[in-house]
Protein backbone atom coordinates (compact mmCIF):
# COMPACT_ATOMS: atom_id res chain seq x y z
CA UNK A 1 0.00 0.00 0.00
CA UNK A 2 2.71 2.56 1.24
CA UNK A 3 4.90 1.54 -2.05
CA UNK A 4 1.75 2.52 -4.08
CA UNK A 5 1.59 5.53 -2.43
CA UNK A 6 5.02 6.63 -3.30
CA UNK A 7 4.63 5.52 -6.87
CA UNK A 8 1.35 7.86 -7.16
CA UNK A 9 3.33 10.35 -5.78
CA UNK A 10 6.05 10.44 -7.72
CA UNK A 11 6.43 12.28 -11.07
CA UNK A 12 6.08 11.50 -14.07
CA UNK A 13 8.73 11.36 -16.48
CA UNK A 14 9.25 13.69 -19.28
CA UNK A 15 8.06 13.05 -22.29
CA UNK A 16 10.15 11.61 -24.82
CA UNK A 17 9.90 14.37 -27.65
CA UNK A 18 10.84 14.07 -31.19
CA UNK A 19 13.39 16.13 -32.60
CA UNK A 20 13.40 18.66 -35.67
CA UNK A 21 14.56 18.33 -39.11
CA UNK A 22 17.57 20.72 -39.86
CA UNK A 23 17.82 23.08 -41.04
CA UNK A 24 15.78 25.25 -39.34
CA UNK A 25 14.88 28.37 -40.34
CA UNK A 26 15.84 30.31 -43.83
CA UNK A 27 18.73 32.42 -43.25
CA UNK A 28 20.80 31.96 -46.79
CA UNK A 29 21.00 35.87 -48.32
CA UNK A 30 20.59 37.71 -45.30
CA UNK A 31 24.53 38.67 -44.51
CA UNK A 32 25.60 39.03 -48.23
CA UNK A 33 28.76 41.25 -49.47
CA UNK A 34 27.73 44.93 -50.36
CA UNK A 35 27.18 45.14 -53.66
CA UNK A 36 29.01 47.47 -55.75
CA UNK A 37 26.32 50.29 -56.37
CA UNK A 38 25.70 50.33 -52.45
CA UNK A 39 22.58 49.07 -50.56
CA UNK A 40 19.32 47.86 -53.06
CA UNK A 41 16.40 48.23 -52.08
CA UNK A 42 14.39 48.54 -49.12
CA UNK A 43 14.63 45.29 -47.15
CA UNK A 44 15.47 47.25 -43.75
CA UNK A 45 19.29 47.02 -45.15
CA UNK A 46 22.01 47.37 -41.88
CA UNK A 47 25.04 48.00 -43.53
CA UNK A 48 27.37 46.67 -41.16
CA UNK A 49 30.99 48.20 -40.02
CA UNK A 50 33.72 45.71 -38.24
CA UNK A 51 36.99 46.92 -38.72
CA UNK A 52 39.68 44.96 -40.70
CA UNK A 53 36.89 43.23 -43.01
CA UNK A 54 38.28 42.50 -46.18
CA UNK A 55 34.79 43.12 -47.85
CA UNK A 56 32.22 45.60 -46.35
CA UNK A 57 28.75 43.32 -46.08
CA UNK A 58 24.77 44.23 -45.21
CA UNK A 59 22.52 42.25 -43.45
CA UNK A 60 18.93 42.43 -44.58
CA UNK A 61 16.74 42.16 -41.66
CA UNK A 62 13.32 41.57 -43.57
CA UNK A 63 14.80 38.25 -45.10
CA UNK A 64 15.84 37.42 -41.55
CA UNK A 65 12.55 37.72 -40.29
CA UNK A 66 11.07 35.84 -43.20
CA UNK A 67 13.42 33.22 -42.35
CA UNK A 68 12.02 33.16 -39.01
CA UNK A 69 8.74 32.90 -40.32
CA UNK A 70 9.60 29.70 -41.63
CA UNK A 71 11.39 28.77 -38.11
CA UNK A 72 7.62 29.06 -36.45
CA UNK A 73 6.12 27.17 -39.35
CA UNK A 74 8.60 24.18 -38.75
CA UNK A 75 8.23 24.95 -35.00
CA UNK A 76 4.35 24.54 -34.93
CA UNK A 77 5.22 21.29 -37.29
CA UNK A 78 7.26 20.13 -34.40
CA UNK A 79 4.25 20.70 -31.60
CA UNK A 80 1.56 18.87 -34.03
CA UNK A 81 3.83 16.05 -34.08
CA UNK A 82 4.85 15.76 -30.22
CA UNK A 83 1.38 16.74 -28.94
CA UNK A 84 3.13 19.21 -26.78
CA UNK A 85 0.81 22.88 -27.68
CA UNK A 86 -1.52 22.42 -25.04
CA UNK A 87 0.97 21.61 -22.58
CA UNK A 88 3.07 24.67 -23.85
CA UNK A 89 0.13 27.60 -24.68
CA UNK A 90 -2.89 28.20 -22.69
CA UNK A 91 -4.76 29.51 -25.88
CA UNK A 92 -5.23 27.88 -29.32
CA UNK A 93 -3.22 29.10 -32.68
CA UNK A 94 -0.70 31.06 -30.47
CA UNK A 95 2.16 30.57 -33.53
CA UNK A 96 -0.33 31.79 -35.75
CA UNK A 97 -1.02 34.94 -34.16
CA UNK A 98 2.81 35.55 -34.62
CA UNK A 99 3.16 34.78 -38.12
CA UNK A 100 -0.03 36.85 -38.64
CA UNK A 101 1.51 39.86 -36.47
CA UNK A 102 4.89 39.77 -38.31
CA UNK A 103 3.50 39.72 -41.88
CA UNK A 104 2.59 43.06 -41.32
CA UNK A 105 5.17 44.37 -39.59
CA UNK A 106 7.26 47.41 -40.63
CA UNK A 107 10.18 49.06 -39.33
CA UNK A 108 10.64 52.21 -37.02
CA UNK A 109 13.34 54.07 -36.14
CA UNK A 110 12.94 53.08 -32.33
CA UNK A 111 15.16 51.00 -29.97
CA UNK A 112 15.15 50.34 -26.57
CA UNK A 113 16.19 52.98 -24.04
CA UNK A 114 18.72 50.76 -22.19
CA UNK A 115 19.92 48.30 -24.16
CA UNK A 116 18.79 44.92 -23.57
CA UNK A 117 20.64 42.08 -22.59
CA UNK A 118 22.60 39.46 -24.49
CA UNK A 119 22.76 36.29 -23.67
CA UNK A 120 26.39 34.69 -25.12
CA UNK A 121 27.30 38.25 -25.93
CA UNK A 122 24.05 38.46 -28.82
CA UNK A 123 21.23 36.41 -28.02
CA UNK A 124 17.78 38.19 -26.95
CA UNK A 125 16.58 37.14 -23.51
CA UNK A 126 13.21 39.41 -23.74
CA UNK A 127 9.98 38.11 -22.83
CA UNK A 128 8.17 41.75 -23.39
CA UNK A 129 9.16 44.59 -25.06
CA UNK A 130 10.27 47.51 -22.85
CA UNK A 131 7.50 49.69 -21.65
CA UNK A 132 9.52 52.41 -23.89
CA UNK A 133 11.28 52.84 -26.94
CA UNK A 134 13.13 55.93 -27.79
CA UNK A 135 14.20 57.64 -31.14
CA UNK A 136 16.77 56.67 -32.80
CA UNK A 137 18.92 57.15 -35.75
CA UNK A 138 18.07 55.48 -39.08
CA UNK A 139 21.88 54.42 -40.12
CA UNK A 140 23.00 52.37 -37.46
CA UNK A 141 25.55 49.53 -37.98
CA UNK A 142 24.42 47.72 -34.31
CA UNK A 143 21.90 47.88 -31.71
CA UNK A 144 18.42 46.67 -31.46
CA UNK A 145 15.73 47.37 -34.66
CA UNK A 146 12.36 46.93 -33.89
CA UNK A 147 8.83 46.27 -35.95
CA UNK A 148 5.52 47.29 -35.66
CA UNK A 149 2.12 45.96 -36.19
CA UNK A 150 -0.84 48.54 -36.57
CA UNK A 151 1.45 50.25 -33.49
CA UNK A 152 2.27 47.65 -31.97
CA UNK A 153 5.76 45.87 -31.36
CA UNK A 154 5.92 42.24 -33.29
CA UNK A 155 9.27 41.66 -33.69
CA UNK A 156 12.52 42.69 -33.02
CA UNK A 157 16.31 42.19 -34.17
CA UNK A 158 19.43 42.74 -32.67
CA UNK A 159 22.37 43.05 -34.74
CA UNK A 160 26.21 42.53 -33.44
CA UNK A 161 29.31 42.13 -34.44
CA UNK A 162 30.76 38.44 -34.25
CA UNK A 163 33.60 37.13 -31.81
CA UNK A 164 36.15 36.12 -32.38
CA UNK A 165 35.84 37.30 -35.58
CA UNK A 166 33.85 40.45 -35.30
CA UNK A 167 33.62 40.15 -39.68
CA UNK A 168 31.19 37.04 -38.72
CA UNK A 169 27.64 39.05 -37.44
CA UNK A 170 25.47 37.36 -35.21
CA UNK A 171 21.81 38.19 -35.54
CA UNK A 172 18.77 37.34 -33.09
CA UNK A 173 15.36 37.89 -32.93
CA UNK A 174 11.99 37.94 -30.69
CA UNK A 175 8.99 37.40 -32.24
CA UNK A 176 5.36 38.91 -29.52
CA UNK A 177 2.06 37.79 -30.20
CA UNK A 178 -0.93 40.18 -30.48
CA UNK A 179 -0.59 40.93 -26.58
CA UNK A 180 2.86 42.06 -26.31
CA UNK A 181 4.06 38.51 -25.26
CA UNK A 182 7.46 36.83 -26.41
CA UNK A 183 6.46 33.63 -28.21
CA UNK A 184 9.49 33.10 -30.21
CA UNK A 185 13.65 33.96 -29.72
CA UNK A 186 15.98 32.39 -33.31
CA UNK A 187 19.37 33.60 -32.95
CA UNK A 188 21.84 32.93 -35.48
CA UNK A 189 25.68 33.24 -35.25
CA UNK A 190 27.35 33.47 -39.00
CA UNK A 191 30.86 32.81 -37.42
CA UNK A 192 30.17 29.63 -36.02
CA UNK A 193 28.25 28.97 -37.95
CA UNK A 194 25.08 27.76 -35.56
CA UNK A 195 21.31 28.72 -35.38
CA UNK A 196 19.08 27.69 -31.97
CA UNK A 197 15.87 29.21 -31.38
CA UNK A 198 13.26 29.17 -28.33
CA UNK A 199 9.74 28.58 -27.72
CA UNK A 200 8.23 30.41 -24.87
CA UNK A 201 4.76 29.03 -23.51
CA UNK A 202 2.50 30.31 -20.83
CA UNK A 203 3.60 29.57 -16.74
CA UNK A 204 7.33 29.63 -17.21
CA UNK A 205 7.28 26.95 -19.81
CA UNK A 206 9.67 26.92 -22.91
CA UNK A 207 11.13 24.40 -25.56
CA UNK A 208 14.96 25.47 -26.37
CA UNK A 209 15.89 23.62 -29.82
CA UNK A 210 19.61 23.35 -30.30
CA UNK A 211 21.18 21.38 -32.96
CA UNK A 212 23.20 18.37 -32.18
CA UNK A 213 25.44 17.28 -35.18
CA UNK A 214 25.67 13.67 -34.93
CA UNK A 215 21.64 13.46 -35.12
CA UNK A 216 21.96 16.08 -37.70
CA UNK A 217 18.51 17.87 -36.63
CA UNK A 218 17.13 20.17 -33.86
CA UNK A 219 16.84 18.74 -30.45
CA UNK A 220 13.90 20.25 -27.88
CA UNK A 221 14.49 20.49 -24.50
CA UNK A 222 11.53 21.20 -22.18
CA UNK A 223 12.14 23.88 -19.74
CA UNK A 224 10.15 25.28 -16.50
CA UNK A 225 10.42 27.26 -13.74
CA UNK A 226 8.91 27.72 -10.13
CA UNK A 227 7.16 31.46 -10.02
Known sequence: MLLALLLSAAPSPPPQLPDSPAPLGHVAGVVVDLPPGGVQGNDRPVLLKAEGCATPQVAYLMRYLGGTIRAVEQLQGWLDRSGQEKALFKGKQTL??????????????????????????????????????CDVGDDRPAGDFWFFSKGKPSAVVSVVNGSPDACKPRLSAVLFDSKGVARVRFHSDWGAPSISSNLLGDSCKSVDFAFELAKEAFVPNWKTCKR
Not at 100 to 129: F, I, N, Q, S, W
Open 96 to 133: ADVVRLLTDAKYEPRAACTAPTLVDGYKLDLTAPPKKL
